[in-house]
């Protein structure tokens, strides 16, 4: 399987000040074509860091994509140093400037003379067309200055993430696809929620055995952990096979706590899961506020289950709102078991719901105690007029610990709604 190194360009990057998304996108598309990316290189706006960086990656895995560095302003010199790494002199091409021209003309404007220098490609280069942008990609190939023997390919891109897509997918992938052979690299997720990383790790127990050659990476995060595995250069058809093998293995392994595959959301899950069954929908919420019904809104047509919500923050909304009791609170405290059930059941039967879910807890970064420390958030679920509600300590700041309980909580309605009998009704 041929390897190949990836190249980003720019100050910017380094500075944190411009998030680099293209070489994610680049990974993903390279490892689906069958190409392994061996290694990553991120340098500044500077000649001799590109040239050293360019070099050593050609003389290395002979294959580099570049991105950045191709548009009119004088730190973007990318192509003139790539272009003496192969000793190709830049050459004015007619044909590319009158295209710039006409470009800008549908915008009403024009471009100025430092765009002139877009239209300049290398001798012998392959020019990739940027239907997106005015810096067209180029390809290329040949045999390095100064270094007899020694070829390599070298791909470059615009920085810009829409033109950097669209000329990957578009221009370089079809002409990689002669030099990748039958070979891919292909990753499949099993998403869980509610369980540590460590405990899920016990769970599972020595499993990378069993599922070799495919390897298997542990992704915590706050709203779960995320096991990818992922097959390595593999004929496409047995890495299909062994990664729906492996999947059905980490899901049976790690049981009530997996909840889907890859992207899958458990907001989108839960509504999906509450349209099947016919069921309706509400929230109630303290700690969270809101975090919870933004979830479910953020998926188009949730509004034929999700009816809406109640953000209970203060207590005189609990008590007016939910017909929660003083005495209750008083009891209790707003942040317990107790109320968490009752704010399930008062959203449930202000707004006629068949289900609700309600968070109360202290997310800090103050008012934790001893016996109700910061992190302390009580899940209340009600379907059909029975009640559950659970107890959860989550690590993190204010955010995560937001974050987090919104996930837990959505988690416990799925498996409440998961338990409902289906509905084979006619269409809701």
């Not at 990316?37 to 002979?62: F, K, N």
Request: charged share 20%; proline share 5%.
């Amino acid at each position: 399987m041929p390897d190949i190194e990836l190249l980003t360009i720019g100050t910017e990057l380094l500075l944190g000040l411009t998030i680099d998304t293209n070489s994610a996108e680049l990974g993903r598309a390279l490892a689906g074509a069958g190409f392994t990316v061996v290694r990553r290189t991120s340098v500044t706006d500077q000649s001799a860091a590109i040239a050293e960086a360019a070099r050593a990656a050609l003389v290395r895995s002979g294959l580099v994509v570049c991105t950045g560095g191709l548009g009119p302003t004088a730190d973007d010199i990318t192509k003139r140093v790539i272009a003496d790494l192969f000793g190709a002199p830049l050459e004015f091409h007619p044909a590319l400037w009158q295209g710039l021209v006409e470009r800008f003309a549908r915008y009403g404007r024009i471009p100025s003379e430092k765009n002139r220098g877009q239209a300049e490609v290398p001798r012998g280069a392959v020019v990739l067309p940027n239907r997106w942008g005015t810096a067209p990609g180029l390809w290329l190939e040949g045999e390095l200055a100064g270094a007899p023997g020694s070829r390599g390919v070298a791909i470059l891109l615009p920085g810009v993430p829409s033109e950097m897509r669209g000329l990957l997918h578009h221009e370089v992938l079809p002409r990689l696809a002669s030099r990748a052979g039958d070979r891919v690299v292909r990753s499949r997720a099993v998403r869980t929620t509610g369980i540590p990383e460590s405990s899920l790790a016990e769970r599972l127990g020595e499993i990378e055995a069993e599922l070799a050659p495919l390897s298997l990476a542990y992704l915590p995060g706050a709203l779960g952990v995320d096991l990818r595995l992922t097959a390595w250069a593999l004929p496409a058809a047995e890495a299909d096979a062994r990664l729906a093998a492996g999947v059905r293995l980490l899901t049976e392994r790690a049981g009530r706590w997996a909840y889907g595959e890859n992207d899958d959301d458990v907001a989108a899950l839960v509504l999906s899961t509450a349209r099947q069954r016919r069921l309706r929908l509400v929230v109630a919420e303290s700690c969270t506020g809101g975090v919870i019904g933004a979830r479910l809104t953020e998926i188009p047509g949730s509004s034929d289950v999700f009816l809406g919500g109640v953000i209970a923050y203060d207590n005189r909304v609990k008590i007016e709102q939910l017909g929660i009791t003083q005495e209750l609170i008083e009891r209790h405290g707003a942040v317990s078991e107790a109320v968490a059930l009752a704010m399930a059941e008062g959203a449930a039967r202000l707004l006629h719901a068949d289900a609700a879910v309600a968070v109360t807890g202290i997310a800090g970064p103050d008012g934790g105690t001893a016996e109700k420390p910061v992190g302390l958030v009580f899940i209340g679920t009600v379907l059909h007029g029975a009640g559950e509600a659970h107890r959860h300590i989550f690590p993190g700041d204010r955010g995560e610990i937001r974050v987090r309980a919104a996930q837990i909580a959505l988690s416990h309605l799925l498996q409440r709604l998961m338990a409902a009998p289906v509905d084979l009704g006619p269409p809701m």
